[in-house]
């Protein structure tokens, strides 16, 4: 029976959350205490609920515009700016072979504001404009992951972020305080998005070892905690009934 329990959790543990030699001074030797084999597990199982919870991320924020059948107070060139910095996480991880536990979030969450890149045109009246769009994302995309482009120019691409992240938020914030409110942003979204990055430095550390990544989170954390900020400053501000209508 205990040889049964022991070979099921191998089975499941090992390739998921565990090396080998971790699970045997885990789960065999009663190590409990061990190190390394401890930041291994949290940093495996933080980056899987990552990636599981970055499925429903950005649900909200759509949800909500669908709801409200406006995109107020979004800024266009944020949103664009962000999906910039997504693709170049999901090209870089993809092409350095990285665990998916370290970067999938990035390939939902890509999905997700494609997503709301197209509904802020199309509530703007642009929505042949946001399928155009969509058609030639997919397509750069291709590109992006295909072996025509070299690695080089994959990782100026994810250097590029930090810059991509820091307009792109200072944007958003500057779209906030220009109106006065935050609009149609979802608080929900926003503060998953802060929780998420902050825990991915960790974790990018932990599973790649790349500093270029880990910066990235930590530009990212800063950025997402600025729009945060502004959503509890201006919580109780109602945005103006003539703003809705637009």
């Known amino acids: 029976m205990a040889s049964a329990a022991d070979g099921f959790l191998r089975q499941w543990l090992v390739p998921i959350l565990l090396p080998e030699r971790c699970y045997d001074q885990i789960f065999l030797q009663w190590n409990l205490l061990h190190v390394p084999c401890l930041k291994i597990f949290l940093s495996k199982g933080l980056g899987l609920g990552i990636v599981a919870g970055s499925l429903m991320v950005k649900l909200p924020q759509v949800f909500k515009m669908l709801g409200a059948k406006s995109a107020e107070g979004l800024s266009l060139q944020s949103v664009l700016l962000e999906l910039v910095a997504l693709t170049g996480t999901m090209a870089y991880s993809v092409t350095n072979s990285f665990p998916f536990s370290s970067w999938g979030e990035a390939l939902f969450l890509m999905l997700q504001t494609v997503t709301i890149c197209f509904l802020v045109l199309h509530y703007r009246g642009e929505t042949m404009k ?101 959503l509890l400053f201006y919580w109780n501000v109602k945005v103006p009934p003539k703003k809705k209508q637009q």
């Open 130 to 230: 946001g399928a155009a769009f969509i058609a030639c994302y997919a397509l750069v995309l291709l590109v992006l992951l295909s072996p025509l482009t070299p690695l080089a120019v994959v990782t100026l691409l994810q250097a590029s972020n930090v810059p991509a992240v820091i307009v792109g938020r200072l944007l958003q914030a500057f779209t906030n305080y220009k109106n006065g409110h935050t609009g149609q942003l979802s608080a929900i979204t926003v503060f998953l998005l802060f929780g998420g990055s902050l825990a991915r430095i960790f974790t990018s550390i932990q599973e790649t070892g790349d500093p270029l990544l880990a910066g990235t989170f930590v530009v990212s954390s800063l950025c997402n905690g600025l729009i945060a900020a502004q």
